[in-house]
């Protein structure tokens, strides 16, 4: 599989001749409990490098990969390589989704092709204080709900945001009352915070 990303970052022409749907099925197995975190860290890496745009990131939300990223996302800091690619590989979507985004640049006005039981195992890692990749998870659900805020509410992450803002890593602050402050700015997003709790809070941090 290694092998086969070092030929996608070479010849990037090839990731539009391939088949998500194929693909999925030719790695699928490489991502159960049998594998290695190794090998489990080399199937994500490797689908994320198939990711091209909008098109191929819909065509893989379709596949069934849900329990393995959820379950992935779970393991604890002794399959960091693994959780490290998976972690990558949602960034990528949102990387993806960003670009495709409204040029407009209104927040929340895209989709997010994640499904809500990831969105909460995604979220579960920014909440852990210890956890290595807490603040790139951060970092990443701030972004997010700036484009599919709809998502990240339903999966808890605006409450635990709000948090972050108030008492997480003096750090992120800066980003978080940015973030908070776009989605005020729109009446649209807005609707998802609480007034007068959630919007002094967010205020406050500014």
Not at 161 to 169: I, M, R, V
């Amino acid at each position: 599989m290694n092998k086969f990303v070092n030929l996608l970052r070479r010849n990037l022409r090839v990731r539009y001749e391939l088949s998500m749907s194929e693909l999925v099925q030719a790695v699928i197995s490489s991502l159960s409990d049998r594998a290695s975190k190794h090998c489990r860290a080399a199937a994500y890496r490797l689908i994320r490098h198939s990711l091209v745009d909008f098109a191929s990131v819909e065509e893989l939300h379709r596949q069934s990969l849900e329990w393995f990223i959820v379950k992935s996302l779970a393991r604890d800091n002794k399959h960091a390589v693994e959780r490290e690619q998976v972690i990558k590989f949602i960034r990528t979507v949102v990387d993806v989704v960003s670009e495709k985004r409204d040029r407009r640049g209104n927040a929340g006005s895209s989709w997010i092709p994640l499904s809500e039981p990831i969105m909460r195992a995604f979220v579960a890692v920014a909440e852990h204080a210890e956890d290595p990749f807490r603040q790139i998870c951060v970092q990443t659900l701030a972004e997010m709900s700036l484009l599919d805020i709809d998502l990240v509410a339903r999966a808890g992450g605006i409450r635990f945001l709000l948090h972050a803002l108030g008492e997480g890593p003096v750090e992120i602050r800066p980003i978080l009352a940015a973030t908070f402050l776009r989605i005020i700015d729109s009446p649209r997003t807005r609707a998802y915070l609480r007034l007068g709790i959630d919007v002094e809070i967010a205020l406050l941090a500014v």
